[in-house]
């Protein structure tokens, strides 16, 4: 992924940025502080919007999807073809996470129907 090198490289940037404008106002104190400050946020939220990116937003889409499959389970009184599955949710990792739940035991899947479990 080339989002941390991007981040690697804003980080980078700020602090050269951040020494080259001390160097330009050394007698300054609250410029230098302001600046500082100014830069590490910017910083700090470059890098919680990447992990978002990265890890928040991806977790969110599987969550929902995994949600729908749940949804329609429950809502057939039999079960439900993969295929079906697939048109229903339009979802390209229905079929992985239909395995993913199955091996949590929260489905049950057999010659490619798939059901909530019977206990």
Known sequence: MWWPAIVRAVVAGAAYA???LRDLYPD???FK???SVAVGLAV????FWVEYRQTVRPALHVARARGAIMRQLVSSS???TMATLRRGINDP?????????AQEGLVEVSSGSVRLPTR
């Open 18 to 20: 951040v020494g080259a």
């Open 28 to 30: 300054e104190p609250r």
């Open 33 to 35: 502080i302001g600046l």
């Open 44 to 47: 700090l939220g470059a890098v």
């Open 78 to 80: 039999r079960g439900v």
């Open 93 to 101: 990792r229905v079929a992985r996470l239909v395995g993913v739940l």
